[in-house]
């Protein structure tokens, strides 16, 4: 079993729809949960994190942490074609971070 | 805005060369990463650094090396390139300080090993 599972899509929207992105670990020891976007060619770029459970909100994306079910997610409100990416969710201990294999998703104008 | 840069974006090497990625970060981070990156298994990691001179190998170490000789720069070095080490490399440079994270990856390294 990974230590990070996370559906690899693809998936696809329409524009406006609520996009939900979720990951499931084993490693109860996990403090920090980050979700990455990349872009094709590009780097993962940071998009928000949270600190153990609960929900993060940052404009139209909200991020869920459920440390009970070792399960996060990434929700994102008004999908735009610029939302277009891989999603990669990624979970820290001291300095040891696992990624998730990232998931891809489009959303169609 | 420039935070995390790597030598190449892409890089085309023959079978038993020795082969040097380059990763300079501006942000004064402590701790810096070398990643592999490939399809349908995320990004790995290959090997860390928290400190300038010192290392830790990470979950895939093998047919690779690492320098850090100045805070700013981490090498990541395959001593004898192989068809396998065909993949995406991605550095990065994080800091957690007073319970807030960040990171920032390059732009990553397009390796092909013919």
Redesign the interface.
């Known amino acids: 079993q990974k230590e ?1 599972e ?1 559906d ?1 899509g693809p998936l696809s929207v329409p524009e406006g729809a609520i996009v939900s992105l979720n990951c499931t670990y084993s490693n109860s020891a996990f403090q ?1 949960f ?1 979700w ?1 976007r990349q872009y094709s ?6 998009l928000m ?1 949270t ?1 153990s459970s609960g929900n993060k909100e940052d404009g139209r994306f909200t991020a869920q942490v459920d440390k009970s079910s070792k399960y996060i997610s990434l929700f994102i409100r008004d999908s735009q074609p610029s939302d277009s990416a891989t999603y ?1 969710c ?1 979970m ?1 201990n001291n ?1 040891d ?1 696992r ?4 998931t891809r998703l489009t959303v169609k104008p | 805005d420039v935070k995390v840069t790597q030598s190449s974006r892409y890089l085309v090497k023959r079978t038993g060369e020795k082969v040097f990625l380059e990763c300079v970060q501006d942000m004064d981070h402590e701790n810096m990463f070398w990643y592999r990156q490939d399809p349908g298994l995320g990004l790995r990691l290959i090997y860390f650094s928290y400190d300038v001179k010192m290392k830790e190998k990470g979950d895939i170490p093998e047919g690779y090396s690492v320098s850090r000789e100045k805070k700013e720069r981490f090498s990541l070095i395959l001593e004898s390139a192989s068809t396998n080490q065909t993949s995406m490399y991605l550095c990065a440079s994080s800091a957690l300080t007073g319970g807030s994270y960040e990171q920032y990856f390059g732009p990553g390294t397009r390796l092909t090993v013919t």
């Not at chain 1, 060619?41 to 940071?46: A, I, S, Y």
């Not at chain 1, 990624?99 to 990232?102: K, L, Q, T």
Request: aromatic share 22%; charged share 15%.
């Open positions: 990070v996370q690899p920090y980050m990455y060619r590009k780097g993962p770029e940071l994190y600190y990669l990624a820290l300095n971070m990624f998730g294999a990232g």
